[in-house]
């Protein structure tokens, strides 16, 4: 007989809680799939998490799943559940992506997320013993973020201006100007609503991480550039009746974070730009502006949505490179 578990849980369907109940079998990796999926649910629903960072964890721990079963540890071996898993498995699993090479830092996030699903099954009581407990993860070494001079970053906003007068053009400079005018993450961008931006008040209201909230000031140059794009470009994109986005595509659904992408690149062509950039380069950028020019970094902290003040500190670094760079360059004993 089989050993079956029920399990009840929450999950949100537009802005709709729906209380769902199903039965797991514990039949080798139908049941470990089937886990899975059930945690990815939870990082949804109760997390918060956005889709992005739930098809993360998706494909870490798919790749952990397959590589137990290419290597016959289910049935043909001794797993036949997520219980039977141990260290030595883990290890094995890390050894593999050693061998192909991957780098420190995406194993250690793969790390992370395995001991953020062992933990679940932990909660769960799916498993009696946490077999990350002693796991370590690899050392990575710490990469300052790309961020854009303030030539740099007005050579970016006047070539968005420069490619002509059109709705796409209205709109990638809108974009372009929310973004370093507020520090958000391109998937909080492209997830705002008409209703989200209070250009009367000069502010936005940004959902990040985990759905939190947070409002953000935008200064009057962006707010004028927003209103130009809501009266000449938005309404020519091909505008669904039904569509609440702020920024939309040719055919009037929401734009997504890859077709941002493709808009910075053309237009970092545009401005002679040749380093690569990302839109992460703009909050870079917004984050270590205010700082060096005298923002304080609790502040800093609360508009990047960062729950943690540690997270912020990093644009210290930045700055205290800056000024050992200009101190070299400056002092005259520093060649001495």
Request: glycine share 4%; with cysteine.
């Amino acid at each position: 007989m089989l050993n079956e578990r029920i399990f009840t849980f929450y999950y949100l369907d537009n802005y709709n809680i729906i209380l769902t109940e199903i039965i797991f079998r514990r039949q080798d990796q139908f049941f470990m799939d089937k886990t899975i999926s059930k945690f990815l649910i939870h990082l949804t629903a109760v997390k918060g998490y956005s889709t992005n960072t739930t098809s993360s964890y998706k494909t870490d721990l798919n790749a952990l799943l397959e590589h137990i079963k290419k290597n016959n540890l289910v049935k043909t071996g001794n797993i036949e559940n997520w219980d039977d898993v141990d260290k030595s498995d883990l290890l094995s699993f890390v050894t593999s992506l050693k061998n192909r090479e991957y780098s420190s830092s995406t194993i250690a996030r793969k790390i992370a997320t395995i001991r953020s699903f062992f933990g679940f099954l932990i909660s769960e009581a799916v498993i009696k013993d946490d077999p990350t407990r002693t796991l370590a993860s690899p050392k990575t070494k710490r990469t300052l973020p790309v961020t854009l001079t303030h030539e740099e970053v007005e050579e970016l906003l006047v070539s968005a201006k420069e490619l002509g007068k059109t709705p796409q053009t209205y709109r990638s400079s809108a974009m372009l100007e929310l973004l370093y005018a507020t520090g958000m993450r391109v998937s909080e961008l492209v997830q705002l609503d008409i209703s989200d931006v209070n250009l009367d008040d000069s502010y936005v209201l940004c959902r990040g991480k985990g759905l939190k909230e947070r409002m953000i000031p935008i200064y009057p140059k962006a707010v004028e550039i927003i209103k130009v794009y809501l009266e000449k470009g938005r309404p020519l994109l091909g505008l669904r009746k039904d569509s609440n986005a702020l920024f939309l595509n040719q055919r009037g659904d929401r734009l997504t974070r890859q077709g941002f992408w493709l808009i910075l690149n053309k237009i970092a062509d545009h401005a002679g730009i040749t380093r690569k950039i990302s839109p992460h380069s703009l909050r870079h950028s917004f984050a270590t502006h205010l700082l060096n020019n005298g923002a304080a970094l609790r502040y800093v902290q609360e508009m990047l949505g960062h729950a943690s003040i540690a997270t912020t500190q990093i644009y210290t670094h930045l700055i205290n490179d800056q000024i050992r760079l200009e101190y070299d360059q400056a002092h005259p004993r520093s060649g001495v």
